[in-house]
């Protein structure tokens, strides 16, 4: 969990926010161990902002990865970090690739303060047409 929660610390350092100033990193851990990591990459016309744990999971998508353990997440502005829940579209695009009750979602400020939960906790009724 150390590991991963770091990798995500490593991420949010290239993070894309002059907008917001809330820098966020993911990494997403894969089945076969494989790790993910994303940042969040903010646009002038917010739209089309992307989040930290999307571009984790596009990238690993793109690469093949369809199976997945769990997430790790932290963020905040570059002087005060927080342990940021997932937002509603970053949990759908999970509940589209992963089981609600087995996929672990850690919310970090760093790898001593976290808080874990599943993805069914956060998401009890996803939108699936499987």
């Not at 350092?13 to 851990?29: C, D, H, I, N, T």
């Not at 993910?36 to 999971?57: D, K, L, Q, V």
């Not at 596009?58 to 769990?70: D, I, M, P």
Request: proline letters at 4%; hydrophobic letters at 45%; aromatic letters at 10%.
């Amino acid at each position: 969990m150390e590991d991963l929660i770091k990798k995500a610390m490593a991420a949010r350092e290239m993070a894309y926010a002059p907008y917001s100033g809330f820098l966020v990193g993911a990494a997403l851990e894969c089945a076969d161990g494989t790790v993910f990591t994303g940042c969040n990459i903010e646009n002038a016309s917010f739209s089309p902002t992307n989040c930290a744990e999307r571009t984790a999971f596009f990238k690993a998508v793109s690469e093949g990865k369809r199976e997945f353990v769990r997430i790790a997440i932290v963020g905040g502005r570059r002087e005060e970090m927080v342990a940021p829940a997932p937002c509603g579209v970053c949990l759908q695009v999970m509940a589209e690739f992963c089981k609600a009750n087995e996929f672990q979602i850690i919310m970090a400020k760093d790898t001593q303060d976290y808080t874990e939960a599943y993805l069914k906790e956060l998401l009890p009724n996803n939108f699936s047409l499987k």
